[in-house]
């Protein structure tokens, strides 16, 4: 972590104790129970009972707006953790959650609040993942890229870690290493289609055409519900050659495109019949780089 970095951008916490009373961590107990069993709307009701005894209290707000944000209630979460920043919680899991949370808003609570938790807490691999990925997004690519490593080094085989190693180094200019870590990312975790998506752009943007369109397919795969991805992954896959592997990406995102997706995917169709070279340029110059740039910088 930087050392230049100054104090008044330390999230002043709260003095007193970092855990919860008894009643109210029964009470979290039970509801993160509730969340472990994906029964996010029962979470949010006991909590917003818990909070009627307990109002303010920085725990029940911050797992409230977990509930709410799982259930779609985004602005409504956000003024929960927004609560709960407000009441200056100590504890590092609290802050790294709430803090996170608001930096997708662009709050500017979320800085203290992310760095005061690596402060109180730097082996806490939650901590250094989040601010680190905060960093990145923030443009301060050198210091995220020490947080990334000293979260790397608390697990090196944490599969989000890697991925947010992986884009910072890419971002740094050090491509070749950034593409050996979301390939570790992924080998860590199979399952991430978004990572697969990412890498799959970044191979074909190298010349890499036949290694990026078997990515690709595989993001689109793991990810079917999204249009652009099975596009990119038609394109990539008609400049490889294969053209049944094409054909299904193309009918994979009309089956699923509405409104303005269904008049790209007439755009992406004829694009491919133009032949090979015509679906590599489109993707390469069109299509790919505005959507690399968008997934590296959506924040985890």
Same mark, same amino acid.
């Given at each position: 972590?930087?050392?230049?970095?100054?104090?008044?951008?330390?999230?002043?916490?709260?003095?007193?104790?970092?855990?919860?009373?008894?009643?109210?961590?029964?009470?979290?107990?039970?509801?993160?129970?509730?969340?472990?069993?994906?029964?996010?709307?029962?979470?949010?009701?006991?909590? $917003?009972?818990? %909070? !009627?005894?307990? *109002?303010? =209290? /920085?725990? +029940? &707000?911050?797992?409230? #707006?977990? @509930?709410?944000?799982?259930?779609?209630?985004?602005?409504?979460?956000?003024?929960?953790? $927004?609560?709960? %920043? !407000?009441?200056? *919680?100590? =504890? /590092?899991? +609290? &802050?790294?959650?709430? #803090?996170? @949370?608001?930096?997708?808003?662009?709050?500017?609570?979320?800085?203290?609040?992310?760095?005061?938790?690596? %402060?109180?807490?730097?082996?806490?691999?939650?901590?250094?993942?989040?601010?680190?990925?905060?960093?990145?997004?923030?443009?301060?690519?050198?210091?995220?890229?020490?947080?990334?490593?000293?979260?790397?080094?608390?697990?090196?085989?944490?599969?989000?870690?890697?991925?947010?190693?992986?884009?910072?180094?890419?971002?740094?200019?050090?491509?070749?290493?950034?593409?050996?870590?979301?390939?570790?990312?992924?080998?860590?975790?199979?399952?991430?289609?978004?990572?697969?998506?990412?890498?799959?752009?970044?191979?074909?943007?190298?010349?890499?055409?036949?290694?990026?369109?078997?990515?690709?397919?595989?993001?689109?795969?793991?990810?079917?519900?999204?249009?652009?991805?099975?596009?990119?992954?038609?394109?990539?896959?008609?400049?490889?050659?294969?053209?049944?592997?094409?054909?299904?990406?193309?009918?994979?995102?009309?089956?699923?495109?509405?409104?303005?997706?269904?008049?790209?995917?007439?755009?992406?169709?004829?694009?491919?019949?133009?032949?090979?070279?015509?679906?590599?340029?489109?993707?390469?110059?069109?299509?790919?780089?505005?959507?690399?740039?968008?997934?590296?910088?959506?924040?985890?």
């Amino acid at each position: 972590m930087s050392d230049d970095r100054t104090d008044d951008r330390v999230f002043p916490a709260a003095p007193g104790p970092e855990q919860p009373d008894d009643a109210v961590r029964q009470a979290l107990d039970r509801a993160h129970q509730l969340g472990d069993e994906g029964d996010y709307a029962e979470m949010a009701d006991a909590l $917003r009972g818990v %909070l !009627a005894e307990h *109002p303010g =209290d /920085p725990f +029940v &707000l911050c797992w409230l #707006g977990v @509930a709410e944000r799982e259930l779609g209630l985004e602005g409504v979460a956000y003024e929960r953790f $927004r609560a709960c %920043l !407000a009441a200056r *919680p100590s =504890d /590092p899991h +609290v &802050l790294v959650t709430a #803090g996170n @949370a608001v930096a997708a808003f662009d709050d500017p609570e979320a800085e203290g609040a992310l760095r005061t938790a690596v %402060l109180l807490a730097p082996d806490l691999l939650l901590a250094r993942w989040l601010y680190g990925a905060w960093l990145i997004r923030e443009g301060m690519i050198d210091d995220a890229l020490r947080e990334l490593d000293a979260a790397s080094a608390l697990d090196p085989e944490d599969a989000s870690v890697r991925y947010e190693l992986g884009v910072g180094l890419v971002l740094a200019g050090r491509r070749d290493a950034g593409v050996d870590e979301l390939y570790r990312a992924i080998e860590l975790d199979p399952g991430d289609g978004w990572a697969q998506v990412v890498l799959g752009l970044l191979l074909h943007e190298e010349g890499r055409t036949e290694e990026a369109a078997g990515v690709l397919e595989e993001g689109a795969r793991l990810r079917p519900e999204d249009v652009e991805t099975q596009l990119m992954a038609a394109l990539a896959s008609a400049a490889a050659g294969a053209e049944g592997t094409t054909l299904e990406m193309v009918e994979r995102a009309r089956q699923r495109a509405e409104g303005a997706d269904r008049a790209l995917v007439d755009e992406v169709e004829s694009r491919i019949d133009e032949g090979a070279e015509e679906a590599a340029s489109w993707l390469a110059e069109q299509i790919g780089p505005s959507a690399l740039r968008e997934r590296m910088m959506t924040r985890p």
